[in-house]
């Protein structure tokens, strides 16, 4: 086993973990979709890793599957949400209309991210719209918001790894832990 990360404290969902649950979302989604067209899109940089991961786990699929990703983001290097979520300039309206569309995100935390993305999505004219994320914190939760598929509850910790970050760090860890107290400088 590789040794974990020195400022983690604890693992939370390990790299098998993720794996197993990560293969049975795929399968599901690919069930439920069965013969429609479909556009993959992840919602980076979070969610690179997971995206990467569950496409390949959406196969075999009879229909055709795009990936596409988009740039949103709301917390910059701090630990709090600013509440506003900034679109990267590149997303075109037209790469959505009349597609079934399945938003993938690593995380959703109060949900203005997810909220302001499903909109903007119907707004863009998509056919339909599904969220596909693999940590819901529920206890963070201010907009109301329900992904159609789930990996995992997750407790509200300040949790980073498997694409999600603290100050663009440990995106890069295959499993998904805490960083011990003495690495996160609260604002
Ligand atoms: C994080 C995470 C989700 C969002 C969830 O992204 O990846 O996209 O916040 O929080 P919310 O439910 O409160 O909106 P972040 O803004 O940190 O950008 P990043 O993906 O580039 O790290
Ligand atoms: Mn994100
Ligand atoms: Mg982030």
Same mark, same amino acid.
């Given at each position: 086993?590789? !040794?974990?990360? !020195?400022?983690?404290? %604890?693992?939370?969902?390990?790299?098998?973990?993720?794996?197993?649950?990560?293969?049975?979302?795929?399968? #599901?989604?690919?069930?439920?979709?069965?013969?429609?067209?479909? #556009?993959?899109?992840?919602?980076?940089?979070?969610?690179?890793?997971?995206?990467?991961?569950?496409?390949?786990?959406?196969?075999?699929? !009879?229909? $055709?599957?795009?990936?596409?990703?988009?740039?949103? $983001?709301?917390?910059?290097?701090?630990?709090?949400?600013?509440?506003?979520?900034?679109?990267?300039? $590149?997303?075109?309206?037209?790469?959505?209309?009349?597609?079934?569309?399945?938003?993938?995100?690593?995380?959703?935390?109060?949900?203005?991210?997810? $909220?302001?993305?499903?909109?903007?999505?119907?707004?863009?004219?998509? %056919?339909?719209?599904?969220?596909?994320?693999?940590?819901?914190?529920?206890?963070?939760? %201010?907009?109301?918001?329900?992904?159609?598929?789930?990996?995992?509850?997750?407790?509200?910790?300040?949790?980073?790894?498997?694409?999600?970050?603290?100050?663009?760090?440990?995106?890069?860890?295959?499993?998904?832990?805490?960083?011990?107290?003495?690495?996160?400088?609260?604002?």
């Amino acid at each position: 086993r590789l !040794p974990i990360h !020195p400022e983690i404290d %604890s693992v939370i969902f390990s790299e098998e973990l993720i794996q197993a649950r990560v293969a049975e979302l795929g399968r #599901l989604i690919g069930q439920d979709y069965e013969l429609s067209d479909l #556009l993959v899109l992840g919602v980076l940089k979070g969610a690179f890793m997971f995206t990467t991961d569950l496409v390949r786990y959406i196969y075999p699929y !009879p229909a $055709s599957l795009e990936v596409d990703f988009l740039k949103a $983001s709301s917390y910059g290097s701090g630990t709090t949400s600013s509440g506003v979520v900034q679109l990267d300039s $590149s997303f075109k309206k037209e790469a959505v209309r009349d597609k079934h569309v399945l938003l993938v995100e690593d995380i959703i935390d109060t949900g203005h991210t997810l $909220s302001h993305l499903v909109t903007l999505m119907r707004d863009a004219g998509a %056919s339909s719209v599904r969220v596909a994320v693999l940590l819901d914190k529920k206890a963070r939760r %201010s907009t109301p918001f329900q992904a159609d598929f789930t990996g995992f509850e997750c407790p509200d910790e300040f949790i980073v790894g498997y694409g999600i970050d603290y100050a663009e760090k440990y995106r890069n860890l295959p499993y998904i832990g805490s960083v011990k107290k003495e690495f996160i400088k609260h604002d």
